[in-house]
């Protein structure tokens, strides 16, 4: 039997349709994995470029037998199909939908295609206070009626 890894993973869109792009990302996600828990939405201030519409942010926690290449590359094709006509014209700029693999069990990477876990983690106070209710949400006890 496959190990399954898991993974905390980033949505985020600040297009018009923002929430439409977060649900359909999801959709292709829990097609494919095992969804173990989702935080609610965060709107937040654009980050780097200032000009820009602000941010839809969630974080999903997901089972996957993916090792981490294989995952980003499944998710830059789902970045890829739903940006399609919006690619980012400006680093940080506005986009449909951004996946990012913020945490991946305990693995450090730090490689030229992938940094695990994310860089952002320590700087941006979203996601600090997104990962903070997915811990939380561990510390409830569950009914078992």
Known sequence: ??????????????????????????????????????????????????????????????????????????FSKIEAKLNKGNEKKVFWGERNIDIDIIKFEDLNIYSNVLIIPHQGIRDRKYLQELLSELEESKLIPQNDK
């Not at 494919?32 to 000009?51: D, H, N």
């Not at 037998?65 to 995952?71: A, D, E, I, R």
């Open 1 to 74: 039997m496959k190990k399954k890894f898991n993974v905390i993973i980033s949505l985020g869109s600040n297009s018009l349709n923002s929430k439409y792009y977060i649900n359909l990302a999801y959709k292709f996600i829990k097609a494919k994995f095992e969804i173990v828990k989702t935080t609610k939405i965060k709107i937040t201030e654009p980050f780097g470029f200032r000009e820009q519409n602000r941010f839809y942010n969630v974080l999903i926690q997901i089972n996957t037998h993916f090792f981490p290449g294989k995952l980003i590359k499944f």
